[in-house]
């Protein structure tokens, strides 16, 4: 399936505001970026066709795959001048490269790639800045068993906040962390149906107009995670992930805790 990443937003939370900083999903954990471990996901369960929605920062995003350095996260054997490489990362993927605007909203900028979409009938969507452990091919093969005409991972929130129960006469009757309560939000990691252009208008949000109108409908599927998720809309989350990093803390990089990918695939031998 091929899989459409919107990272062309401007992240002004993730960002100093300096002109010329990289946008969101080029924000490194470990040595590679944001973007980089999310397309590590998909490829592990074998979804190797990206089609990237860029717009602000697009130059960061192009020059790290067009100058993409394999030796950074593969082993190679150095000989004689010329590298080995005992693995590869990327020379399986294909990776479409769509200028969506710079101000364009989700929906709008999955409107602009719907050509290089190819009329597949179901393909993947995200965010460009959440990692998860969560078991995409449960998702995906739990969606095509359905008739629903979208699908999006939701989680507990995460917030540090507190809900306090407040009687009419300002006593609290209680005191609840928001992570706790029956609520889920956006997971921000979506299976779509072709149908999901006929409710986003011109200038519209995947969520707010397209999602929206299927859940009226009774069409909107919901896959509940509670396992690892983790966005990166700030600084500070960031750093915490780069932290988590650094300890060897790494659930979402699924490629390197055994799980069997759904397409295996051989150990090559390259020369780069």
């Known amino acids: 399936m091929k899989v459409v990443l919107f990272c062309g937003g401007y992240g002004t939370r993730m960002r100093s505001g300096a002109p010329g900083d990289p946008p969101k999903p080029m924000q490194l954990v470990g040595p590679r970026p944001l973007i980089w471990h999310v397309?590590?996901?998909?490829?592990?369960?074998?979804?190797?066709?990206?089609?990237?929605?860029?717009?602000?920062?697009?130059?960061?995003?192009?020059?790290?795959?067009?100058?993409?350095?394999?030796?950074?996260?593969?082993?190679?054997?150095?000989?004689?001048?010329?590298?080995?490489?005992?693995?590869?990362?990327?020379?399986?993927?294909?990776?479409?490269?769509v200028q969506t605007g710079i101000d364009s909203p989700i929906g709008e900028r999955l409107r602009r790639v719907r050509e290089h979409i190819d009329g597949d009938e179901l393909f993947l969507a995200n965010y460009a800045d959440v990692l998860t452990d969560a078991p995409l091919p449960e998702i995906v093969d739990r969606f095509t068993a359905s008739d629903a005409g979208a699908s999006m991972v939701v989680v507990p929130p995460t917030d540090t906040f507190h809900c306090i129960e407040v009687d009419e006469d300002g006593s609290v009757g209680g005191i609840t962390p928001v992570s706790q309560m029956p609520l889920w939000i956006n997971g921000g990691y979506f299976v779509l149906r072709q149908e999901i252009f006929e409710h986003i208008p011109p200038g519209g949000d995947l969520v707010a107009d397209g999602c929206m109108e299927l859940a009226k409908a009774g069409r909107l599927l919901a896959y509940p995670h509670r396992g690892f998720w983790k966005p990166t809309d700030t600084i500070r989350e960031r750093v915490a992930l780069n932290e988590a990093y650094a300890r060897g803390e790494r659930p979402w990089m699924v490629w390197e805790d055994g799980r069997a990918p759904r397409n295996p695939r051989r150990l090559v031998r390259q020369v780069s």
Do not use: P, Q
């Open 39 to 97: 397309m590590r996901y998909y490829a592990h369960y074998g979804h190797t066709e990206f089609i990237l929605c860029l717009g602000y920062g697009a130059e960061h995003i192009k020059d790290f795959f067009l100058n993409y350095r394999e030796t950074t996260s593969n082993d190679f054997v150095l000989r004689g001048g010329t590298v080995e490489l005992l693995s590869t990362d990327i020379a399986e993927w294909s990776i479409s490269f």
